[in-house]
């Protein structure tokens, strides 16, 4: 997350199946786990996005794992709990500006 937050970006959120079809696009269909902006922030909440809104398990077609931890990483189509200090590869986001 500070990475992310140091180049003017966030940890990546998805909002649908297509916006994770597309990341995937991009990384062709990748092999390893990387970090979104998805956690338990504290325990006994719900799975929440870095932007404070609830993981919507209808709208995206992949399941949640029943990993450890409390930090979200995305391999392929599917989303896995690790501990949040895993050495892992983070994927960041930023808004689209105007031109």
């Not at 940890?11 to 998805?38: A, C, H, M």
């Not at 809104?53 to 930090?71: K, M």
Request: with cysteine.
């Amino acid at each position: 997350r500070e990475d992310c937050g140091h180049r003017g970006a966030a940890l990546v959120t998805l909002r649908d199946q297509e916006e994770l079809d597309s990341i995937n696009e991009s990384l062709r269909k990748p092999g390893r786990y990387f970090w979104i902006g998805l956690s338990v922030p504290l325990p006994g909440m719900g799975w929440t996005w870095l932007n404070g809104s609830s993981l919507e398990r209808g709208r995206l077609l992949q399941h949640l794992g029943e990993g450890q931890g409390a930090c979200a990483a995305l391999k392929g189509n599917r989303i896995d709990p690790h501990e949040c200090d895993a050495g892992l590869q983070w994927i960041c986001q930023t808004e689209s500006a105007r031109i």
